[in-house]
Structure formats: C-alpha cells, structure tokens
C-alpha cells in the first residue's frame, strides 16, 4: 500500500491573509471537492499569541484529487503557485508531493515550541491576564495540534483555573 502523500500549494497574499483569520480552509472546503481532513495549514494559532507559521506562504492538500480541485485554487486567487507537479500519465498531481510521515513530523515539531508540563508541574503564565503569576498544571489535553494546559492559581479570596497554550507558560 502506498503511503499518502501531500500536494504542496504556495499561498497568494490573499491566501495567507485569509489562513492568518482562520477562514481559509473554510473557503477552500466550500468551494472544492477537498475534504476538511484533506486540507492542512502548517498555522499554529494561540490565544494571546500572534498566529506562528511553521512553514510560512504554504498549505498541504491530500493527493488523489483531480489536478482541476488544485488549479482551480489559484484561479479563485488563494494559491499563488502549485509547487507539486501533475504526473500526465496518471492525470494527478503526485510529483513532488510530501509524504505523510514527514508531514508528521513536520507537525510534531510544533510541541517543540512551548514548554511541556505534566499534572503536579509548577508553571510561571508568559502572556495573558495573569501574566507572571504561577501557579500548579491540573490537567493537560491536546487542541488540535497545540498542548493546552489548565492551571490552578491561587490568590487571597479567590481560586481560579486558568486555560492556557504551551507558549504561554514556562516553568516555575
């Protein structure tokens, strides 16, 4: 079995814009054959960050589509340039793709970018309200590609949990 593979599309200005928003998968879902779990945008989007781009000016789109689905993306003005390349004997675009193993780990590089804490860690918040504060991670969970953590801050009169990204804290 052949492993899947990914056609790699290089974004217009208008294209980007649109990603940095968070409308452009919506916009290319809507107007496309491309399936939502076909359409990756190396983006990571934080809450009291500016959005990182982990491959900026570029989206991953599944192989196995007709080569009109992609070409079609750069006549709506989203896609500057098709960098994968259409193979004319199958009528495809599988030439120059990216496999899915490394577009994996691609993506797993993205929990290299924030701390990473466990249950019980004592964490010091980077950015939002509570910035500088610490305080205890009491629970941690996965946002898409984002680690999240919760974490307990306690002041004189009130307790609060706090929901926060992995940018967003450090250790204590």
Known sequence: MRETSW???ELSTKGEDEALKGSLKDRIVSNTA?????????LMVQ?????IWLMEGYIFIKSGYGAVEYYSLKQSGLVRDIISQLDTRTGLMSMGVVPDSDLKKM????DNLG???K???W???KSGPFKSFEGEVVMTWRDGDVRMYAVHLSFRSVEIVHTIDCLSIEGA
Request: charged share 25%.
């Open 119 to 121: 249950q019980g860690d």
């Open 123 to 125: 964490v010091r918040l």
């Open 107 to 110: 993506v797993k590089q993205v």
């Open 47 to 51: 809450r009291y960050h500016k959005p």
């Open 34 to 42: 491309f399936n939502v779990d076909d359409v990756y945008i190396p």
């Open 7 to 9: 056609v790699v599309l």
């Open 115 to 117: 701390g990473s804490f």
